[in-house]
């Protein structure tokens, strides 16, 4: 079992709805990430957090808006997504936000807009 | 422009051969290599991760070797097994003093191991 938990596993959802995604990681980790991922291809950056600060965001439209309420939560907030959103979103932690660190993954949640 | 280029895009071969894997990068100013394993459906997890001065590590029946003078690295994997059917990512860290954001990701090599 991965140690980066995410919830829900699938999510559908119409273009104007609002849901929310959640990370959780106990792992002491201080950075996390949040990655989109389409079928077939490698997973694309979207946010990073270090230290419960937003560092990098990765030019993200609007619809997507990550939150960080502690240092082993991370949670991307939908909403009015279109159908390009639909995607693998996976979750990432590592120790800090240092360079060499290995990034721990969740498995994801599978959303698809309707 | 930074660049991570994996061949093949993907492999068949039969349980318990051998198979190598390539990945070569352009990549400026170079951090480190890693390799990741992704299973259909899940989130990709690490086997490797080398620094320059690295030449090869190992990873139980998974070996990357680095050569930072061609920019090359390959991942052999010994003795295949079933359950080593995934797709394997190719990722280079850029060095830019201390932010994680800098990933290249590779397309990945999906290989596939029949009995």
């Known amino acids: 079992d991965t140690e980066v938990t995410q919830t829900p596993k699938h999510l559908v959802m119409g273009m104007t709805n609002k849901k929310s995604l959640k990370c959780e990681q106990h792992m002491g980790h201080r950075a996390m990430y949040w990655y989109k991922q389409k079928a077939k291809k490698p997973p694309e950056l979207m946010f990073v957090?270090?230290?419960?600060?937003?560092?990098i965001n990765e030019s993200v439209p609007s619809r997507f808006s990550p939150e960080c309420p502690n240092s082993s939560l991370l949670n991307l907030h939908l909403h009015a997504l279109q159908p390009e959103d639909s995607a693998l979103y996976l979750c990432a932690s590592s120790q800090d936000g240092g360079w060499g660190r290995p990034q721990h993954f969740g498995d994801g949640t599978r959303l698809s807009i309707l | 422009k930074n660049q991570v280029e994996q061949s093949p895009q993907s492999l068949i071969i039969l349980e318990g051969k051998n198979c190598t894997l390539q990945c070569n990068y352009t990549v400026s100013p170079f951090s480190n290599l890693r390799w990741y394993k992704q299973d259909t459906g899940r989130g990709p997890v690490s086997l490797t991760i080398?620094?320059?001065?690295?030449n090869t590590k190992s990873n139980g029946r998974y070996t990357a070797t680095l050569d930072a003078d061609t920019k090359q690295s390959s991942l052999h994997i010994t003795a295949s097994q079933l359950s080593d059917s995934a797709s394997y990512i190719c990722?280079?860290?850029?060095?830019?003093?201390?932010?994680?954001?800098?990933?290249?990701f590779g397309k990945g090599t999906k290989l596939s191991v029949k009995p």
């Open positions: 990722v280079v860290s850029l060095n830019y003093g201390g932010s994680q954001g800098n990933l290249i």
């Open positions: 080398m620094t320059f001065s690295e």
């Open positions: 957090y270090s230290y419960e600060k937003l560092s």
